[in-house]
């Protein structure tokens, strides 16, 4: 079988033939496949890279919660879910019973008032508590119940906030942060739940993500990436300089 005439390929204007610098014959056929080929290779390429570049830009929120005295209580993270944002977390070392928890306007916890993170994070205007007929802020919450052992679990969720940007983001130009006060929020009271005053404090902190999945300078991931990329464009080249040879 002759090298590009298989199968009863027929060319009418006769199967114009040349040599490239393997010293194979070459077909418009078998250009062809090495086009398909190589345009598959681009295509996977660059899914690979936008998959990662995807993964890499997937914020991971967290708040690292401390109390009056500087100690680290406890940690939450925040993520995007349907109706706002989910918080998820565990504290401890924290007076047993039922605390207001609500997101502050201010992402600055200087203690030990913690006054510093502002009143409710409320960029829609509204009054406190999900009770409040003209209600709610943003960044209300339910109270967070700690046991006779001083822990908890934050498990809510913040109604109609988000984290991209926009009117209702917890990341707006000031940040935001997470604040326990001392007692339980009526889920009423305008503008504070009257819950007391605010005995933990954590600012919310996005990274674009976690450290541990970021790659590093020697990774064979990124050794692999930077070979792809290099025979990527190689093959672009071959392809563009094949075109113009076929000509
Ligand atoms: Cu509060």
């Known amino acids: ?53 995807a993964l890499a830009q997937t914020p991971s929120v967290t708040a ?28 401890q070392g924290l007076p047993p019973g039922v605390h207001g928890i609500h997101i502050h306007t ?31 802020h943003v960044g209300d919450l339910p109270n967070l119940t700690i046991a006779a052992d001083g822990t908890g679990t934050i498990q809510m969720v913040a109604k109609g906030a988000t984290l ?21 929020d009526d889920e009423a009271t305008d503008p504070t739940g009257n819950s007391g005053g605010r005995i933990a404090c954590g600012v919310l902190t996005q990274l674009s993500a976690p450290a541990s999945s970021l790659p590093r300078t020697g990774d064979p991931a990124v050794i692999v990436s930077i070979l792809a990329g290099a025979g990527a464009l190689f093959a672009a080249g071959g392809v563009a300089l094949r075109r113009r040879q076929t000509r």
């Open 1 to 53: 079988m002759t090298v590009g005439r298989a199968g009863g390929y027929s060319d009418p204007v006769g199967c114009r033939m040349r040599r490239d610098t393997t010293g194979l014959e070459k077909t418009k056929e078998g250009n062809t496949v090495r086009i398909a080929l190589a345009f598959v290779t681009i295509v996977a390429l660059a899914a690979t890279l936008l998959a990662g570049s």
């Open 64 to 91: 690292e919660v401390k109390d009056a005295g500087g100690k680290v209580v406890g940690v939450a993270r925040f993520t995007a879910a349907a109706d706002g944002v989910q918080l998820a977390g565990q504290v």
């Open 106 to 136: 201010v992402g600055t916890c200087a203690p030990p008032d913690f006054v510093s993170a502002g009143g409710h994070f409320n960029p829609t205007g509204k009054k406190h508590g999900t009770k409040n007929a003209e209600g709610h």
């Open 164 to 184: 991209s940007a926009g009117a209702t983001s917890l990341f707006d130009a000031d940040g935001s942060a997470l604040v326990i006060h001392a007692g339980p």
